[in-house]
């Protein structure tokens, strides 16, 4: 195997792995998990950030962001009011989501970075100074970072939301 096609050859099992876990999370009743969704809200949070930082040299990427976070808490608020929310006999707080709307992000996600790095193939086996000048960038395109703000403002609204409720829940039965 070319050496420059090992690291997608081992990343990509890691990447499936980790969409069929986030997709089989859209199913069936849930515990409210304070730590990880406070974890996952402010990772999520930073990353933004970040990805922000790549408007200081193109404002279109921001502008791609911007729109994908607003669409993104959109999508969280529905889902959200969509949310069964209900007491296990234990007192556990549990949610039942609804799994269309995560289900569609996570595809909407997955379908953009496979486009991408369909574009991005050709380039793989590509040596020499002749060819790095040409070959675009993974994620310098609005598009892109409009699919990943989209991802990260639903996450990041769905969960803030989710710890939210579970304290108003606590609040009145705990």
């Known amino acids: 195997m070319a050496p420059n096609l090992l690291m997608p050859a081992l990343v990509s099992p890691l990447v499936a792995f980790m969409v069929w876990r986030r997709v089989r999370r859209q199913f069936g009743r849930q515990p409210v998990r304070r730590g990880p969704m406070m974890a996952r809200v402010a990772i999520l949070t930073v990353v933004a950030g970040l990805a922000s930082l790549a408007g200081l040299h193109d404002p279109r990427l921001l502008e791609g962001l911007a729109g994908g976070l607003l669409g993104g808490v959109a999508l969280g608020l529905l889902g959200l009011r969509l949310t069964r929310f209900e007491r296990a006999v234990d007192g556990r707080d549990l949610y039942l989501p ?6 569609a992000v996570t595809a909407v996600l997955v379908g953009r970075l496979a486009w991408r790095f369909l574009v991005l ?5 590509a040596t020499g100074p002749t060819m790095a000048p040409t070959a675009p960038q993974l994620g310098n395109r609005p598009l892109t970072l409009l699919v990943v703000g989209l991802m990260i ?5 769905y969960y803030a939301g989710l710890l939210v409720h579970h304290r108003r829940f606590a609040r009145a039965f705990g």
């Open 98 to 103: 609804n799994p269309w709307i995560g289900a």
């Open 121 to 125: 193939m050709p380039y793989a086996g």
């Open 153 to 157: 403002g639903y996450y990041v609204s």
